[in-house]
């Protein structure tokens, strides 16, 4: 048996890395995996959220398909986690993550196997700078910091790479690395990190992914968790060769990561399901991707939209209504009429598809249930309101 190390990063976008085209950033390392591996150019996470992916990509199932509720104190999945089949398997299972993560683990994970080892690699993870209202931040680099963040990384690598057992290693590396200074800055330190894992570890026992992306100012939203277009749920993916393929357009979900890893077999998708929220929670938004189709329902305002990811990867023409508003004549006219699409009919058949699936994997708790969320979600929002309100008083007018 071979090791299987998978490494993520968290809130990481397909556009980041030159593997999908960019030509900003150097990183040799994952390039090199990237020419003898294959690249996964449609693979989705199963949430924008990190501990609902998390655990979907330590059971191998979608989060419609637990009986978790809520988003806090879920119930545990110990015993039928990938890990635990792992283990059974004659595999050493190690997850690493930093502190914020670890912390976090009790309540909102609960799904790391009965024995596995899980290594707390200390404060990795910068902290968010501080923000002075209208004010842009001082974004200064220091490398130093990051060079002590990649040091107690590569120490990790040699450790589990000494076991006597073959190891199952995932490493998480949070939002931005120590020393960096925002998302997206930091994507030379994770290719060094890459290259740390190499010197440990034979190039086709390496894989790199990521938990979710991130909206990236797509619609105007710089971050995650309510959203499900694709910057926030379309996330890279390079693993060794797979099937001699160097690469894949078919449709896959991290749910199935390490099962595809472990098994050296690609688990295509007719659809996948990307998630925001737990099915009782008022701000639920689902996405079914099929094809070149995807459905977006909005439990929140019960909204659909539906794009053709082929004709419009930006998803910004909804193909769903018949008509739309003018916010600027105040009037409502004709979709088909204002927008040229050759495949109306098409869509009209693939809308129905992706309902049929909708309705088949969609819950509703009970009525107590989701009006005790909506009064806690209002409540929130109310709170919210005040604390702005409040700071807003407190800073000094420009005179």
Known sequence: MKNIVLITKDALPCGYLPVYGNTYWSTPHMDELAAKGTVFHRHYTVAPSTFMAFTSMATGIYPYQTDRKYYRNESSLNGSTIFDRLYEQGYSCHIAWDTFYTDLVAEHFKAEGNHTTVHDIKTIREKPH????GVFDDLSKQEEETVQALSLIDGLFRTVSEEERPVVLWLHIPHVIKGQ????????????????????????????????????GWWGKYNYGFDVHDSAIRIPLVTPRLEGLERV???????????????????????VISDTA???????????IREEYKLIYSKQNKRYSLYDLSWDPQEKHNLYYAEYYDVDREIWSSTNQRFFYPHWEKAHGAARDLETILSQVWRHGTFTEESFEKFVARAKAYYRKLVKYRLRKRVPKVK
């Open 130 to 133: 501080s923000h002075i209202k």
């Open 181 to 216: 200074n925002g998302y997206g800055s930091d994507v030379e330190a994770f290719d060094h990190i890459i290259g740390l894992a190499r010197k440990h570890f034979a190039d086709d026992e390496i894989a790199f992914s990521a938990d979710h992306g991130h909206m990236d």
């Open 249 to 271: 357009d078919d449709l896959t979900v991290n749910a199935h990561i390490l099962k595809m890893l472990a098994e050296e077999k690609i688990y295509r998708e007719d659809y």
């Open 278 to 288: 737990y099915y009782v929670q008022p701000k639920r938004e689902i996405a079914i």
